[in-house]
């Protein structure tokens, strides 16, 4: 079935630090992404929607110059925390539809992000 | 905006006994309501879901309940083991976007 692959599962680093974070599309076109962050015993949180080829749509609230999203292809999408700080510390995961909009999503295993 | 309410936040029943999980949205547009279940550090997996055109779906021990007129969607396990400890999120969508309610922590005693 669908696969959509994450990457790092796990991310320790000190404050100040960009951090990179990646998914994959392995056996799916995937046109659009949905990041979201996730805190302790909380819901997912939507922060943006990536689009291949156009600028992410980022959820009120969600700094876009902080979370800097990029999709040019139609396999990557890609999230980039700059400059982290420990309040940026968190569970990262992206989902991407895989046909209509009644279809199950596909989810990234997440990124645990720890920010010293 | 759009919104779910889930409830209740936290749910503990004996092994063996069912358990139910109540979800009301606010979009009259939302046509798409999947549960998921996660466990603890680990990515949300789909468990059932329900489109618009149906009133009740059962997969097993699951079924999901939907009344549109009342906005409002339910998750019923019945027989619960002690694997189904977790956290379950229902969401609602209409257009690839999921609206996701706050979860419920599902606890089964033994």
Redesign the interface.
């Known amino acids: 079935g669908a696969v959509v692959s994450q990457h790092p599962s796990r991310v320790i680093c000190k404050s100040g630090t960009s951090v990179k974070i990646e998914c994959r599309s392995l056996d799916f076109q995937a046109t ?1 992404m ?1 990041w979201y962050r996730q805190f302790p ?6 922060m943006a ?1 990536s689009n291949e080829g156009s600028k992410a749509t980022y959820e009120q609230g969600v700094e876009k110059d902080k979370f800097l999203i990029n999709h040019a292809s139609l396999t990557l999408s890609t999230l980039t925390v700059t400059s982290a700080h420990p309040e940026d510390s968190s ?1 990262y ?1 992206c ?1 991407a ?1 895989t046909g209509l ?2 279809q ?2 596909h ?4 990124t ?1 992000l720890s920010i010293l | 905006g759009e919104n779910v309410e889930q409830h209740p936040s936290t749910l503990s029943v004996q092994e063996g006994d069912s358990a139910v999980i109540k979800c009301t949205y606010s979009d009259s547009a939302s ?2 309501f ?1 549960w998921y279940k996660q466990e603890l ?6 468990i059932i ?1 329900i ?1 618009s055109n149906v009133g009740e779906k059962k997969d097993q021990r699951i079924a999901v309940t939907l009344n549109k007129t009342a906005k409002h969607f339910s998750l019923h396990i019945t027989e619960t083991q002690p694997e189904d400890s977790a956290v379950y ?1 229902c969401a609602a ?6 609206i ?4 419920t922590k599902l606890i089964i005693k033994p």
Not at chain 1, 41 to 46: C, D, G, T, V, Y
Not at chain 1, 107 to 110: A, E, M, R, V, Y
Not at chain 2, 41 to 46: A, D, H, I, S, T
């Open positions: 659009t949905f015993k909380q819901s997912l949180m939507l929607t569970f995961i989902s539809p909009w009644d199950p999503q989810f990234g295993d997440g645990r | 046509n798409y999947p550090g680990k990515r949300p997996q789909l879901d489109r999120f969508s209409s257009n690839y976007q999921l996701w309610g706050a979860g």
